[in-house]
C-alpha cells in the first residue's frame, strides 16, 4: 500500500446510503476500477471507504474481503493488497487537532437545562474529536473564549447550566465575533475549529433589519480574508434539541420556552480536514441532527459521466464512432409516438461536497441548449439499468433522465450544472422578528444574512457559482 500524504477525500458521506443491490454493484465497478493499473494507493483505498461508509462494507475487513474477492477475478491483479493495520496507522499519522467552542450566552442556557440534544451532542462530538484528535481544546464563549481545557472529561462535566452561567460574561453574544476567534484557531493555530450556537445576533435592540446587513459584511470580511490565505473551506450543521428557559428577543425582553428550538454547529477548517470529517465522523447520527451544507471553492474536478444507449430512452439518436463512454451524442430525434425525447445520463457524485438531499433536488441544477430540462434524478441503486448499458456506468452514482418537446436543427451543446445556493431551509428558518417566538419556535433571527455572508465570502472568490457542469455536444 502507497503511503502517500494525505489527499483530499470523498465529501459525500453524509449522503450515502447502504449498499445493497445497484450499490453493490457500483461499489465492486470501482474497485475494479482502483485494480487496473495493480496496486491500490492510500488515496484510491480513502475512496473505496467512502463509498461504502455506511453500508455493509464499512468495516475494514469486510471491505478489504470484497476488494480480494474482485482482485481474484481481474485479468491484471494487485500484487499486495492493503492492511487494515496500514490503513489505521496512515489515519493515526493525519489525525486532526480541534479547537471547540460553545456558546454559554444567556440565549442558550435554556439548552444546557436537563437532558436536552445539545447537551449530549456536544459530549458525543467531544468523544468523536477526542479518537480521532491529536491534541483538542476546550471552550465556553461569550464575550470571549473561556479555556475549559484539553481534557475531555473535565469538559463533559461542566456541560451543565449551573456552571456554564458563572463562565464570562453571558449578557454578551457577538456572532460575528466568536466566527473571528474560529478562523484565528484555523489560521493562527492550525486547528480545525468547531463553534456550537444558536447563532442569534445580539443587536443591541436596535431595528435587526438595521443591524443584520451589517453582520453579514461583517462576517463575509472575516472568512473571505480565510479564503484568501488556502484550500479553507466552511461546514454547517443545523441542529435541533428541546429548549428549557428563557428566550430574549431582539427587544431583550424574556419568554420562558419548553420547545425544541434549532441551533447550529459550524466547522471551519482546511477542505481536507472537513472531508476527512465527512468520511469519518458520520456526523449524521449525533442526536439531534437535521441539515448539513458545506461551502468552498471547487477545486475543478472532473466528473464522470456517460449517456446511456438504452435505459430510459424516448426518441433517436446515434453516438459517435470510437468512443468508449458516450459523452457526445449525433443526429437526435423526438418519439414519434410521444413527441418528446429524452435520455438518460450516468454521472458520479460520490465526491460532491453536498449532502443528497441537494444533490437530488432538480431545483438545484440549470440546464442549458436544446430546450432540456430534468425529468428525473435516481440514485443508481434504485435505477432500472438495460444490460447494454452496464458497461457504461463506471463509477457512476446517479442517473439523470434529460427531457424535451422541441429539439434544435443546428448543432448545440447541452450544460448540465449543479448551482450552490442555499438550500431552502435556510430561508424556511430565518426570521427578521422574533417577538412572538412561541408562533416560531423553528425559525432563528437573522439566520438567511449570516449564511448569505458565510456563502458569498467563498461563492466570489471563484468565476464560476456552481459544483460542477458537464457539457455535452450535441450535433445534427
Not at 213 to 225: A, C, R, T
Not at 240 to 267: A, F, H, M, N, V
Amino acid at each position: 500500500m502507497n503511503l502517500k500524504k494525505y489527499s483530499p477525500l470523498l465529501l459525500a458521506a453524509l449522503g450515502l446510503t447502504a449498499c445493497g443491490g445497484g450499490e453493490d454493484r457500483a461499489l465492486e465497478s470501482a474497485i475494479r476500477k482502483v485494480l487496473k493499473d495493480g496496486q491500490v494507493t492510500t488515496e484510491e483505498w480513502q475512496d473505496l471507504q467512502a463509498q461504502s461508509a455506511n453500508g455493509p462494507y464499512s468495516d475494514c475487513a469486510k471491505l478489504l474481503t470484497l476488494v480480494e474477492k474482485v482482485n481474484a477475478n481481474v485479468q491484471q491483479k494487485a500484487e499486495q493488497l492493503p492492511s487494515c493495520e496500514a490503513v489505521k496507522k496512515a489515519e493515526q499519522k493525519t489525525a486532526l487537532s480541534f479547537a471547540l467552542f460553545v456558546e454559554n450566552s444567556n440565549s442558550m442556557m435554556g439548552y444546557f437545562t436537563g437532558n436536552t440534544a445539545f447537551k449530549d451532542a456536544m459530549m458525543d462530538l467531544g468523544s468523536r474529536i477526542e479518537e480521532k484528535g491529536k491534541k483538542n481544546d476546550y471552550y465556553f464563549i461569550n464575550d470571549q473564549p473561556h479555556k475549559i481545557g484539553q481534557d475531555y472529561e473535565e469538559f463533559i462535566q461542566k456541560m451543565d447550566r449551573k456552571t456554564a452561567i458563572k463562565v464570562g460574561n453571558i449578557r454578551i453574544s457577538k456572532l460575528d465575533e466568536m466566527l473571528g476567534e474560529a478562523v484565528r484557531q484555523v489560521t493562527e493555530e492550525g486547528k480545525t475549529a468547531i463553534l456550537a450556537s444558536d447563532f442569534i445576533y445580539d443587536v443591541n435592540r436596535q431595528n435587526p433589519k438595521d443591524a443584520f446587513p451589517k453582520l453579514k459584511y461583517s462576517i463575509k470580511g472575516k472568512l473571505q480574508k480565510l479564503r484568501e490565505q488556502g484550500d479553507y473551506g466552511l461546514l454547517l450543521l443545523k441542529m435541533s434539541s428541546l429548549y428549557d428557559g428563557k428566550y430574549y428577543d431582539y427587544q431583550d425582553r424574556p419568554t420562558s420556552i419548553k420547545e425544541k428550538r434549532p441551533y447550529y454547529i459550524c466547522i471551519l477548517g482546511k477542505n481536507a480536514q472537513l472531508q476527512e470529517m465527512y468520511l469519518h465522523y458520520d456526523l449524521k447520527s449525533i442526536r439531534g441532527f437535521e441539515e448539513a451544507i458545506i461551502f468552498y471553492q471547487p477545486d475543478g474536478q472532473a466528473y464522470y459521466h456517460s449517456v446511456l444507449g438504452q435505459s430510459y430512452k424516448a426518441g433517436q439518436f446515434s453516438r459517435p464512432r470510437g468512443q468508449e463512454l458516450i459523452q457526445s451524442i449525433e443526429k437526435p430525434e423526438l418519439d414519434k409516438r410521444s413527441g418528446r425525447f429524452e435520455m438518460a445520463l450516468a454521472i458520479d457524485l460520490s465526491k460532491l461536497p453536498a449532502p443528497a438531499s441537494y444533490a437530488l433536488d432538480k431545483a438545484n441544477y440549470s440546464v442549458d441548449g436544446g430546450n432540456f430540462s430534468i425529468k428525473e434524478i435516481l440514485p443508481l441503486a434504485t435505477a432500472e439499468i438495460h444490460k447494454n448499458d452496464q458497461r457504461y456506468l463506471g463509477t457512476a452514482s446517479h442517473i439523470f433522465i434529460l427531457e424535451s418537446s422541441e429539439l434544435p436543427k443546428d448543432n448545440f451543446e447541452i450544460k448540465l450544472a449543479l448551482k450552490k445556493q442555499l438550500p431552502a431551509w435556510v430561508a424556511a428558518a430565518h426570521t427578521e422578528d422574533d417577538r412572538k417566538i412561541k408562533e416560531q419556535m423553528d425559525k432563528t433571527l437573522g439566520l438567511q444574512y449570516w449564511v448569505s455572508g458565510i456563502s458569498e465570502a467563498f461563492n466570489e472568490l471563484g468565476e464560476d457559482n456552481h459544483y460542477f457542469q458537464i457539457k455535452l455536444p450535441v450535433s445534427n
